[in-house]
């Protein structure tokens, strides 16, 4: 059954139809949102559960212009920026979130370059990043992260080029630094 | 890291594992979609179809109808109480003038002289100022019409067979027992190329028959007339007067009930009144002035003989075409650049005031469309 059939159903009431939705995207879903919040699952998380939350609402308004994965996708994506946003506005004083990339266990089972990749990207314009990610996220084809950004793929995949170029290079900049402390007596 | 790390396929792979799936519960009941369920239902309210109603709640309401409220409000009072105060000083300033007997055309010392014991006939009344006399007989109710002032001024050009003869008698044409006189003449040349040029001040009521004595002399060759309205000038020195006379009475007073004060201030409050009367003395002379500017048009009348032939322009060049293009453009260019900077000056000034509501009125529809906006992308369906 397609994505949009069973918005449809659950639009007419039944939540089943939603779990099944849940149950083809959520765990993309979170890991994409955790990609674009520096790693943040908590935050991940709160993202999906607000993006479900107008999903519920907005259902019986979709009208079917995109397919349901785009616009899903669309959806996370506002409002992984929307939550970026409000907490560079309201710094996290208070909250002791568990990072995925300081918590010991990660640190020991991920790899050196996720790290520093992981680093990198911080680094890289929200656009950059957020066209990196997508790109390279498992739920996801070059057609469709095309679609969820409303670009051409041609555009998609020179811009794509482009920031790997410029990944690679900030990596580079990192092993040469790297290098030269490492020489340092 | 070394650089087989730098591998395109271990970047790639890297970059994929910054998103790759992560699993939130397999427990239903804790899924995240199953809480926005729970929280959708529990907060579940009906959709508002308009930003308007579902954003601006009654204190928004209330602000802006009470913005609008002040701001007619504030047109409704203040711009006709602006109108009816300049219409009332200006009725004032007439109704002062006629009860003091400060009406120019008719008692300036130097017209009260030249009335003095000649009744001025009816056809002598001031043509240039019909709201002037408002004698009780002719104007029973005082009207806003404001009493203009209005100095008249004619030029003309005459060619005529007899310069001599022409130029005595236009010296004869004004009445001296009215005030009226020659202001300049002058006769030059030898015949027949001789000129002559006088300047007359007769009664602004006598200009138009003044004129039409003159057409008759000669052939008219060129003629002119203007009117310079000097009625806010005038207002404003009997407002000035006024406030001075006023500041005058409140020092006399002033030094009376002082009388006993020491010596020093007594002599700077005198000091300060002979200050005062010296500036009434001389708005008391301006008035003067202007009463009898306007009580006495000006001609300037040019003779020329029939046999001298009229200066013929020379005939210039496309050099000196164009150098007097220029010069015109550039005159031209400059008078417009000030009219346009008095026009702004005059606009930024004088609706300073309204300026200043419109911009408050402005930052808060702008504030409110702001909040609304984001509101609105808060809110809106997501797009497809």
């Given at each position: 059954m397609s994505d949009e059939t069973l918005l449809a159903r659950f639009a007419k009431g039944d939540d089943a139809a939603l779990a099944e939705l849940a149950g083809r995207y959520e765990s993309s879903l979170i890991g994409l949102a955790a990609g674009l919040l520096d790693g943040r699952l908590d935050l991940a998380h709160d993202a999906v559960q607000e993006s479900w939350m107008r999903v519920i609402k907005y259902a019986k308004s979709f009208e079917g212009r995109s397919s349901f994965r785009t616009w899903m996708y669309r959806i996370v994506i506002n409002r992984c920026k929307d939550l970026r946003d409000r907490r560079a506005k309201e710094p996290l004083a208070d909250e002791s979130p568990p990072k995925i990339d300081e918590s010991p266990l990660r640190l020991v089972a991920e790899h050196a370059l996720q790290q520093d990749v992981r680093a990198a990207i911080g680094l890289l314009p929200p656009a950059t990043r957020l066209l990196l990610l997508l790109c390279y996220h498992q739920g996801l084809t070059h057609t469709q992260a095309a679609q969820v950004l409303d670009i051409p793929l041609g555009t998609l995949k020179s811009r794509l080029a482009a920031a790997l170029a410029q990944l690679r290079e900030s990596l580079r900049d990192k092993e040469t630094d790297h290098d030269t402390n490492a020489h340092t007596p | 890291m070394n650089a087989s790390n730098l591998h395109p396929d271990a970047i790639e792979q890297a970059l994929a594992d910054l998103s790759k799936p992560v699993q939130a519960s397999a427990d239903a009941s804790v899924a995240l979609w199953h809480a926005a369920l729970r929280a959708s239902r529990a907060s579940a309210t009906p959709p508002r179809r308009s930003v308007f109603t579902r954003e601006i709640r009654l204190p928004q309401l209330a602000t802006i109808a009470a913005c609008l409220l002040l701001f007619l409000l504030a047109s409704a009072i203040i711009l006709p109480s602006l109108g009816k105060a300049r219409s009332s000083a200006r009725v004032a300033t007439s109704a002062q003038v006629a009860s003091d007997g400060l009406v120019m055309e008719r008692t300036s010392p130097m017209q009260l002289k030249m009335m003095e014991g000649r009744p001025p006939p009816a056809s002598t009344a001031p043509v240039s100022s019909p709201?002037?006399?408002?004698?009780p007989a002719q104007s029973p109710s005082l009207t806003p019409a404001p009493a203009r002032q209005v100095v008249h001024k004619a030029a003309i050009d005459l060619r005529v067979t007899d310069v001599r003869g022409t130029f005595a008698k236009i010296t004869l044409l004004p009445n001296e027992a009215t005030g009226e006189y020659i202001e300049t003449s002058s006769l030059t040349g030898e015949e027949p190329n001789i000129a002559a040029s006088l300047t007359l001040r007769v009664a602004a009521s006598r200009l138009s028959e003044t004129l039409n004595a003159l057409r008759t002399l000669g052939t008219v060759i060129s003629e002119s007339a203007t009117g310079q309205d000097i009625t806010d000038t005038v207002m404003d020195l009997e407002a000035r007067l006024r406030n001075e006379e006023r500041i005058e009475r409140e020092v006399l007073a002033l030094l009376d009930k002082r009388a006993d004060s020491p010596l020093s201030e007594v002599l700077t409050v005198r000091t300060q009144l002979n200050d005062i009367r010296a500036r009434i003395e001389a708005i008391k002379a301006q008035r003067e002035r202007a009463g009898r500017m306007v009580a006495l048009a000006t001609i300037v009348i040019n003779l020329r003989s029939q046999a001298q032939p009229l200066p013929v322009a020379e005939d210039s060049g496309i050099a000196d075409y164009f150098i007097k293009s220029v010069s015109d453009a550039w005159q031209t260019s400059l008078r417009t650049l000030s009219d346009t900077a008095a026009f702004l000056i005059r606009t930024f000034l004088g609706g300073l005031v309204w300026w200043l509501l419109l911009g408050l009125l402005a930052l808060g529809l702008w504030r409110l469309i702001r909040r609304l906006v984001r509101a609105q992308s808060r809110e809106a369906a997501p797009t497809e």
């Open positions: - | 709201a002037i006399d408002l004698s």
